[in-house]
């Protein structure tokens, strides 16, 4: 398979595989100061020209996670993307949803106060680089059992766009157009620092030695053609997870 990126280890003598235990709970990056006498946070030193301005740019980087084919999202991982408290992060929410440019589901979850913010059909035409085949939020289409999986994979962008990578599509967007070139669809497409092209996947169940055998295969097939170059998991269960890739024994290449 050819490969832009070189230098790093593999998993069961595949070199295009790269593992990586991730926690499968997180805590807001933005801790506010306890002792206020001492040190005081860097917005309470800004001019109101200042905090208006970078009130507009977090705003900004939100509607840009979500109209890039994210759709919605949880206050709690918004709070996560603009490293700021979810005290802070609500009102911005309230006052999108005010404005049309959001809309709020909350009942997506059932015996849950959860709420998820998605992006309306006015919010896309006002985000210069919404992506065209992103779709907007629907309240009531989203299913709990897939809702787990849609913020680790939200969590995982958002902290490997803080080390340096770039150009992410999700996997929504990968499963219209994009289907009819990519038989295995991945959690997501990502271009590393080193410009390497690599495929994401996110595995918080590991799957069974049929089905790894399968996705390996498809990865391997689309890697052949120049897709990209690499695949990385992301795992809770990095022991199992690397288990289950030794028991994949061979694959049946067309």
Request: aromatic share 8%.
């Amino acid at each position: 398979a050819p490969s832009a990126c070189r230098g790093q280890r593999g998993v069961a003598n595949a070199p295009f595989v790269r593992t990586i235990q991730v926690r499968k709970t997180f805590k807001p990056v933005y801790q506010r100061e306890t002792n206020m006498s001492t040190k005081l946070h860097p917005a309470l030193k800004m001019t109101y020209a200042q905090k208006i301005e970078r009130a507009a740019h977090k705003r900004a980087v939100l509607l840009d996670f979500l109209a890039s084919g994210e759709v919605f999202t949880t206050v709690a991982m918004a709070a996560e993307l603009l490293q700021i408290s979810e005290q802070t992060v609500q009102p911005m929410l309230k006052r999108l949803v005010a404005e049309q440019i959001l809309r709020v589901d909350t009942k997506a979850v059932p015996f849950s106060k959860l709420k998820l913010y998605g992006i309306t059909v006015h919010g896309l035409a006002l985000t210069e680089s919404a992506d065209p085949k992103c779709n907007e939020f629907r309240v009531g289409r989203t299913k709990p059992g897939f809702l787990g999986h849609h913020l680790d994979c939200q969590f995982v962008r958002i902290v490997m766009q803080r080390n340096g990578w770039t150009n992410w599509v999700p996997d929504k967007l990968l499963r219209g157009e994009n289907s009819k070139r990519l038989n295995t669809i991945p959690d997501g497409l990502a271009t590393m620092p080193d410009g390497c092209r690599v495929a994401v996947e996110i595995e918080l169940n590991i799957k069974s030695k049929p089905r790894m055998t399968d996705m390996v295969a498809g990865h391997i097939h689309q890697m052949v053609k120049g897709h990209y170059s690499k695949v990385y998991f992301f795992t809770p269960h990095l022991a199992a997870l690397k288990r289950v890739f030794k028991s994949v024994e061979a694959i049946k290449m067309d």
